[in-house]
């Protein structure tokens, strides 16, 4: 039997800073998102996903008890998903979702600082490792600046999802 390597594991990465101090930093954000849980009233699932670019970190919410759809969100560069749900912004969606936030790897959050190339494919891979890894079969995916890009890419690499 012939092994084919998928070019998911072909990902070109790279090593990028994500905190400049990573423990002062962490903690940090941390102290950050527990008053962002306080402003809100709500807690926020944590859920860590292994993808070949390290560990993704992942926040989820939802918006009732049986939610019907999912919903994914892929931040701009340099910021935090969970800025989406500032002032509870994710009530004013009015749908019963079970929402997803991604910490885009190599950036300023609790995700490893690996990251590929911007101008390849490699975030969509990366994307669709994402929803496997959560067990995901179909998802609405909304991504703000270079998260629209991540959503673009992903659409490629999984369509059917």
Request: glycine share 6%; proline share 3%; with cysteine.
């Amino acid at each position: 039997m012939k092994h084919h390597q998928s070019s998911i594991d072909t990902m070109q990465i790279k090593r990028q800073s994500h905190f400049k101090d990573e423990k002062q930093d962490v903690a940090y954000f941390e102290d950050w998102v527990k008053r962002l849980e306080h402003a809100n009233k709500r807690r926020y699932g944590r859920h860590v996903v292994r993808t070949t670019l390290g560990k993704t970190h992942v926040w989820s919410w939802s918006t009732c008890e049986n939610p019907s759809e999912t919903l994914v969100i892929f931040p701009g560069a340099r910021t935090t998903c969970l800025f989406w749900d500032f002032d509870k912004n994710l009530d004013h969606l009015k749908v019963d979702l079970k929402i997803y936030m991604v910490e885009t790897n190599g950036l300023p959050n609790l995700s490893d600082g690996f990251t590929p190339d911007i101008k390849s494919l490699d975030y969509g891979r990366w994307a669709a490792q994402v929803l496997e890894g959560l067990e995901i079969e179909k998802a609405f995916v909304a991504g703000a600046s270079f998260g629209g890009l991540v959503c673009m890419n992903s659409r490629s690499r999984i369509p059917k999802r």
